[in-house]
Nanobody
Framework: QVQVVESGGGLVHTGGSLRLSCAAS????????MAWFRQAPGKEREFVAG????????YYADPVKGRFTISRDNAKNTVYLQMNSLKPEDTAIYSC????????????????WGQGTQVTVSS
């Protein structure tokens, strides 16, 4: 079992940057592929970025490609999301999730979720 806690959200102006962190507990963390999802008000939760358990493969939703970077440090049981060139449409609650499936973007296949951290981008 894995428990995850997100941090690093906040308020930033358009074009700014933030780095989100996802701290996980559990000795089997390195076996899990991880992902970030986001949910804006009135919208469904959507996939943002994912990373294979080994860290060797990353994948992104089209709206964030080239601006966001996901990474992980298995020694620290932590996943990161570096967000650059932020836009108002990036405003959402960002949640970290864990799965034993490989490279999946489907939120239905993620078993463990954090509470989320708010990211607000002002225009």
């Amino acid at each position: 079992q894995v428990q995850v806690v997100e941090s690093g959200g906040g308020l930033v102006h358009t074009g700014g940057s933030l780095r989100l962190s996802c701290a996980a507990s559990g000795r089997t963390f390195s076996r899990y592929s991880m992902a970030w999802f986001r949910q804006a008000p009135g919208k469904e939760r959507e996939f943002v970025a994912g990373i294979h358990w080994s860290g060797g493969d990353t994948y992104y939703a089209d709206p964030v490609k080239g601006r966001f970077t996901i990474s992980r440090d298995n020694a620290k049981n932590t996943v990161y999301l570096q967000m650059n060139s932020l836009k108002p449409e990036d405003t959402a609650i960002y949640s970290c999730a864990a799965t034993l499936h490989q490279n999946t973007r489907s939120r239905l296949l993620y078993d463990y979720w954090g509470q989320g951290t708010q990211v607000t981008v002002s225009s």
